[in-house]
């Protein structure tokens, strides 16, 4: 059985930090792209970074550029999110999914497998 965990998420002030991690079990995701969503209530569900299969390529959306690094662990199936100087409008459940190819993948329909979500809460 195929299963992406999620885990690290948790309540913060404005401008702290927290690291999420995704963990693969059931199969290896070294020839998938990843991706970490999240989806803020009453809002929908929005790509916050991808990376490629070999981390050679990665995506941001605008708003957590120079803040959010995506990377990921071939050897430990596992993918990261480091989020620093977090602010309110970052609270949200995140949730990452893996793409079968190379490439990182902007679409939600192009990742196969999900995660269960984490919920990251800043207080401002």
């Known amino acids: 059985q195929v299963q992406l965990v999620e885990s690290g998420g948790g309540l913060v002030q404005a401008g702290g930090s927290l690291r999420l991690s995704c963990t693969a079990s059931g199969r290896t995701f070294s020839n998938y792209g990843m991706g970490w969503f999240r989806q803020a209530p009453g809002k929908e569900r929005e790509l916050v970074a991808a990376i490629s299969w070999n981390g050679g390529s990665t995506y941001y959306i605008d708003s957590v550029k120079g803040r959010f690094t995506i990377s990921r662990d071939k050897a430990k199936n596992t993918v990261y999110l480091q989020m620093n100087s977090l602010k309110p409008e970052d609270t949200a459940v995140y949730s990452c999914?893996?793409?079968?190819?190379?490439?990182?993948?902007?679409?939600?329909?192009?990742?196969?497998?999900w995660g269960q979500g984490t919920q990251v809460t800043v207080s401002s």
């Open positions: 999914a893996a793409a079968k190819g190379s490439g990182w993948y902007k679409s939600s329909n192009l990742y196969n497998y």
